[in-house]
């Protein structure tokens, strides 16, 4: 199973980002699956999960700013992240929860978002 993030980058505070995770290895994306992001020295944080029902639930912190979608036919799961402010600097991470094999957990390699003020 290999989970694919892309999309972070540098932009300004106000910015837009969009995050995507391509799903490969036999595994579905309609799993549970979720961003997390992570500053150095802090423990890495929920930011935004979708169930397989499609039920979305956020951090307080990002409500009404991201958006997590899933595009089955693609396997991919998205990050849209708008509004963006300097204490979203982290590298964001997706996972999948694979619920046919043991609720097992897979990461993906993760992607830095950089938000200039």
């Known amino acids: 199973v290999q989970l694919q993030a892309s999309g972070g980058g540098l932009v300004q505070t106000g910015g837009s980002l969009r995050l995507s995770c391509v799903v490969s290895?036999?595994?579905?994306?309609?799993?549970?699956m979720a961003w997390h992001r992570q500053v150095p020295g802090k423990q890495r944080e929920l930011v935004a999960s979708i169930r397989s029902d499609g039920d979305t639930n956020y951090a307080d912190s990002v409500k009404g700013r991201f958006t997590i979608s899933r595009d089955s036919a693609k396997n991919t799961v998205y990050l849209q992240m708008n509004s963006l402010k300097p204490e979203d600097t982290a590298v964001y991470y997706c996972?999948?929860?694979?619920?046919?094999?043991?609720?097992?957990?897979?990461w993906g390699q993760g992607t830095l978002v950089t938000v200039s003020s």
């Open positions: 290895g036999g595994i579905s994306s309609v799993n549970p």
């Open positions: 996972k999948i929860i694979d619920r046919v094999r043991n609720w097992r957990v897979y």
